[in-house]
């Protein structure tokens, strides 16, 4: 079978340079041409700026990132079996593929590449939440995110209050950004198989947070309300102030409801209450 970019089929990539998909690595490989370049369409125009993927492993997705005519694609990938079939994409796109060998987790992502800076990637399952959150707190250096996590993860992502998938994830990403599922994609289309659905979600940075409040802050509310996701909040919200009731009361949010039920801008009014200083005053 020929290939678009006159680049090898991957299922000879893999077998040349011998990448068979390791699980400590998340490593589940996309192979399907039409799937690899409906997620570069997805992630809309790629002719300025420079687009980020993170753990390309042998290169399906940024092949089609290139051929979807990306201008300047950065890969972070940390097996390094995978970093001579990416050098050979490299030599087939002059100038558009820079290879960085290293850990995502560890790597200032965000000063990677010239704006409009767009993240495109096939995540590591096992990394992929405190990537997000990391790369959310610092979204304004994103124009967008387009990413395949599992399924789950997406409708925590998106979930709205009173519904079950509704926590931390998705106050916190609803309050940095809008996200919005794209499509399914199933177990079959990788290689090896991943035991779940996969989506992928398309994350476009807010240019300041949706409502003010102090990350800090939020997430000490977000803990204690959703730690204890089944109690009502006068009760999951008394770690942190004395007068938990009260503090409800004066917000408008009945004290009998729980987390599940609080909309972002009221986290974010809880989350500045906290900052206001009205904290533990219980003796002892
Ligand atoms: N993008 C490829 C595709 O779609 O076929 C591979 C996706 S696979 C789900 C995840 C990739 O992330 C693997 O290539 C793996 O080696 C890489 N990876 C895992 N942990 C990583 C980390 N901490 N930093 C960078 N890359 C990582």
């Not at 002059?94 to 990677?112: H, N, S």
């Not at 590449?113 to 495109?120: A, D, E, L, Q, Y």
Request: some cysteine; glycine content about 6%; aromatic content about 6%.
């Amino acid at each position: 079978m020929s290939e678009p970019d006159a680049l090898p089929p991957l299922r000879d990539v893999i077998a040349k340079y011998d990448l068979a998909a390791k699980k400590s690595l998340g490593q589940n490989f996309l192979l399907d041409l039409n799937l690899t370049g409906r997620i570069a369409r997805a992630a809309g125009d790629l002719t300025t700026g420079s687009v980020i993927e993170i753990g390309p492993g042998p290169g399906g997705l940024t092949r089609a990132l290139l051929l979807h005519g990306a201008k300047e694609v950065i890969v972070v990938e940390r097996d390094d079996r995978c970093l001579a079939a990416l050098e050979e994409i490299a030599r087939a796109y002059p100038r558009r593929l820079r290879i960085i060998a290293g850990d995502a987790l560890a790597t200032d992502v965000a000063k990677l590449g010239p704006s409009p800076r767009r993240i495109v990637a096939n995540l590591p399952y096992n990394i992929a939440t405190p990537l997000l959150i990391g790369w959310l707190t610092q979204a304004t250096a994103f124009q967008s995110m387009t990413l395949m996590f599992q399924k789950e993860v997406v409708e925590r992502l998106v979930a709205k209050p009173r519904t079950k998938d509704y926590g931390r994830l998705s106050v916190l990403t609803q309050w940095l950004s809008e996200p919005r599922r794209l499509f399914d994609v199933p177990p079959r289309a990788f290689t090896p198989p991943p035991k779940v659905t996969s989506s992928i979600v398309q994350i476009m940075p807010r240019p300041s947070p949706a409502y003010p409040a102090r990350l800090a802050d939020l997430e000490r509310v977000t803990q204690a309300a959703f730690g204890q996701r089944r109690k009502m909040l006068r009760q999951s919200l008394r770690s942190l102030f004395g007068e938990a009731e009260a503090v409800l009361t004066e917000l408008s949010i009945p004290p009998t409801a729980r987390a599940e039920e609080l909309t972002v801008e009221q986290f974010c009014a809880l989350a500045r209450r906290l900052e206001g200083g009205v904290r533990d005053r219980r003796p002892g």
